[in-house]
C-alpha cells in the first residue's frame, strides 16, 4: 500500500518517465478508512487516501497519472464502491468502475516562430466531458478570493497602466551594455554556439542585403531544428548544418509550417519590434498580443526606417522591473501588492477540490527523454517545465533556453532526442562538479502560495527570469507556476 500522495517511479504500463499529469482523486461520502486503486496502479497496490482538514468526511489524494484512459475505483472501510455521480463503465462481469480521463496534449506536430508562437501560452486542456475530474485552480482561491476588493484591484491597474503609458522605452536602455544581432547569412551552428556562450535566449537577424532587421533566432529554431534533425524524413542533414545559413533554415521553417495565403503564396511574418519613444504599456501590450518573450527596440532618424539602430532587447521582467523600482517605496497606492498570491487568478495551479478552470500544469521526471521535454515545449507553447522527483518536490526545470547547451561541442550531433534523458541532459550547461538538482543562481526560482505578490514581481524582476514556481514549505511539492505574461496580463486587466 503506498502512503498518501506519493507515487511509485513507473506508471500503470511499466513504463517510466514522461509526460505526467497531477491528478485529485476525492471521495466525498464519509467512511473511517478509505483507500483508492485502479488500473493505474495495476490493480494490485492500494493509496491511502487523507481526510480533508475541516471536512472529515470528505477523503483525497494525488496521483500523477500518464496521459489516457484510466478506470479505477474506492474501498472505503473494507468494501468496494464507485462514485456513482462520475463517469463509470460496467465489465463483463458486472464489475462497475469509474472512469478517468487524463488528457494528453495536442500529439499533432506544432511549429510556431518567436514572432508568432503558438496561441496556447498554457496547457489548456477541456475538461468538462468528463466532469471537471481533474482540475487546475489556485490554490486557496476558492476559498479566499472573496478577500480581494474589485476597487483595490481597480485602483491598482489603474495607477500601473498611468505609470506605463507616462513611460517610454527609453527608461528601459541600461547605461551600458551590448547587444547581440546576427546576420542572416551566419551558419546556424554558429549562431546557437554564441547563444550558448553568451548567455542569451534570442538575437535579432539583420539582412545586410535590404539594410533591415528581419526577425530574430532563438532557442525554439534549435528546438525545431533538433526535431527536424531527429526526423528521419527531413532533408536537413547533420552535415548540412554546419553549413547552413540562418536565412536558408528561416526558408525551410516556412515550409515546414506550410503557412500559406489561399493564393498559396508563403506568408511571411512580420518583425515584431518598438521604437524608444513608445510607451512602456505599449511595448508590454506587444509582447502580450503577439505572444513573444521579446521585442528589439529599433531607432532610425530617418523617415522611411532606413538606417536602423538597435538599442536594446526589451522584455516584460525590465518593464517588471521598472514598475517595482517606481512604487517601491510608495506600495501603500498599489493595495493589490500585500495580497497573497493564492488570492490572485492568475497562474496555473496542480488540482485543488471543487476548481475548474480548464488549465493543465505538467511535469517530467529526471528519466523522462529530452525528445518528450523539447515536444512537450512547443506543442504546449510554454518556456519552462518543471523536473520533479516521485513525490512532486521540485528538482530543476527544463527550459527552451536550456537546449543551446546542446551547441557545446557539437553535441547535438553526438545524441539521440529518444535516448538522451533529461537529467543528462541538464548537466551539459551545468559545473560538472555541481550535483543534479542543485539550485544554482536563477534556475529555480520558488515562492510560497502564501508569499504576497509583491514578493512574486521582485523575484519576476530579475533578469533572465520568466517565472516563479510555487512549492509547498519544506518539501518543495510544486503547486503551481507564475509567469511573467500571468503577471502582466492581470495587472493590465
Known amino acids: 500500500m503506498f502512503p498518501p500522495g506519493t507515487n511509485p517511479s513507473q506508471d500503470a504500463t511499466g513504463a517510466s518517465g ?152 527609453y527608461q528601459l536602455l541600461p547605461e551600458s551594455g551590448k547587444v547581440i544581432a546576427f546576420d542572416v547569412n551566419l551558419p546556424v551552428k554558429h549562431a546557437f554556439h554564441i547563444l550558448y556562450e553568451q548567455g542569451i535566449p534570442v538575437a535579432p537577424l539583420w539582412n545586410s542585403y535590404r539594410g533591415q532587421f528581419v526577425g530574430v533566432l532563438s532557442a525554439l529554431d534549435f528546438i525545431l531544428i533538433l526535431k527536424q534533425l531527429g526526423n ?137 527523454t529530452l525528445g518528450a521535454a523539447l515536444s512537450l515545449l512547443v506543442q504546449a507553447g510554454v518556456s519552462s517545465i518543471p523536473i520533479v522527483d516521485d513525490n512532486d518536490s521540485l528538482l530543476d526545470t527544463y527550459s527552451r533556453s536550456d537546449v543551446t547547451a546542446l551547441a557545446k561541442d557539437r553535441a547535438y550531433a553526438k545524441i539521440h532526442l529518444d535516448e538522451m534523458q533529461i537529467h543528462q541532459a541538464l548537466q551539459l550547461g551545468q559545473d560538472a562538479s555541481a550535483p543534479y538538482g542543485f539550485f544554482n543562481g536563477q534556475r529555480c526560482q520558488m515562492c510560497l502560495h502564501s508569499d504576497t505578490l509583491q514578493k512574486v514581481m521582485e523575484r519576476l524582476a530579475n533578469p533572465g527570469v520568466r517565472r516563479v514556481i510555487i512549492v509547498e514549505a519544506g518539501s518543495k511539492r510544486v503547486e503551481g507556476i507564475i509567469s511573467l505574461s500571468d503577471v502582466f496580463r492581470f495587472l493590465l486587466g
Open 232 to 368: 528521419h524524413g527531413s532533408n536537413l542533414t547533420e552535415e548540412e548544418l554546419e553549413t547552413h545559413t540562418i536565412s536558408a533554415w528561416k526558408e525551410a521553417k516556412q515550409q515546414l509550417s506550410r503557412q500559406m495565403d489561399p493564393c498559396g503564396r508563403t506568408f511571411q511574418r512580420r518583425l515584431i519590434y518598438a521604437g524608444p519613444s513608445d510607451s512602456l504599456k505599449d511595448v508590454a501590450l506587444k509582447i502580450l498580443q503577439n505572444e513573444v518573450s521579446t521585442v528589439p527596440i529599433i531607432h532610425s532618424s530617418s523617415l522611411d526606417g532606413s538606417f536602423p539602430q538597435l538599442l536594446h532587447i526589451a522584455s516584460l521582467s525590465g518593464i517588471l522591473k521598472c514598475i517595482c523600482r517606481y512604487f517601491r517605496h510608495c506600495s501603500g497606492s498599489l493595495p493589490i501588492l500585500q495580497q497573497p498570491i493564492c488570492t490572485i487568478p492568475f497562474g496555473t495551479w496542480v488540482p485543488k477540490i471543487g476548481e475548474s478552470n480548464g488549465r493543465l500544469l505538467a511535469m517530467l521526471r529526471p528519466n523522462a
Open 18 to 169: 514522461g509526460v505526467l499529469i497531477p491528478t485529485r482523486f476525492v471521495w466525498p461520502y464519509g467512511g473511517r478508512r478509505v483507500l483508492l486503486t485502479g488500473s493505474f496502479t495495476r490493480w494490485t497496490d492500494h493509496i491511502l487516501m487523507s481526510p480533508v482538514e475541516g471536512c472529515p468526511s470528505v477523503f483525497q489524494t494525488m496521483w500523477n497519472l500518464t496521459p489516457g484512459v484510466h478506470q479505477y475505483k474506492f474501498c472505503v472501510d473494507g468494501e468496494w464502491r464507485h462514485d456513482e455521480q462520475q463517469p463509470f463503465v460496467v465489465g463483463n462481469y458486472g464489475t462497475v468502475n469509474t472512469l478517468l480521463l487524463a488528457w494528453e496534449l495536442d500529439p499533432r506536430p506544432a511549429v510556431s516562430s518567436p514572432e508568432a508562437p503558438d496561441s496556447r501560452r498554457n496547457m489548456d486542456v477541456d475538461y468538462e466531458t468528463f466532469q471537471r475530474v481533474a482540475t487546475s485552480s489556485g490554490g486557496a482561491l476558492q476559498e479566499t478570493t472573496s478577500r480581494i476588493s474589485e476597487s483595490d484591484i481597480e485602483v491598482s491597474r489603474h495607477r500601473i497602466s498611468s505609470f506605463l503609458s507616462t513611460h517610454n522605452a
